[in-house]
């Protein structure tokens, strides 16, 4: 994620899990970074409930 950040990146949008293949991504980590870069992040969830 962080690899296709730069200067100008504001905001990061990650799913918590993805569709096709069902792999949860380390949300808690990626929030973590992008808050010591200055970055904010909206993560789309709302299936990850059910499955964690």
């Given at each position: 994620?962080?690899?296709?950040?730069?200067?100008?990146?504001?905001?990061?949008?990650i799913s918590?899990?993805?569709?096709?293949?069902?792999?949860?991504?380390?949300?808690?980590?990626?929030?973590?970074?992008?808050?010591q870069e200055g970055v904010?992040?909206?993560?789309?969830?709302?299936?990850?409930?059910?499955?964690?």
């Amino acid at each position: 994620v962080f690899a296709a950040c730069t200067d100008r990146t504001r905001l990061i949008v990650i799913s918590h899990i993805t569709s096709p293949t069902a792999v949860t991504l380390p949300v808690q980590e990626i929030c973590q970074r992008a808050q010591q870069e200055g970055v904010q992040v909206c993560v789309d969830g709302p299936h990850a409930v059910v499955c964690t």
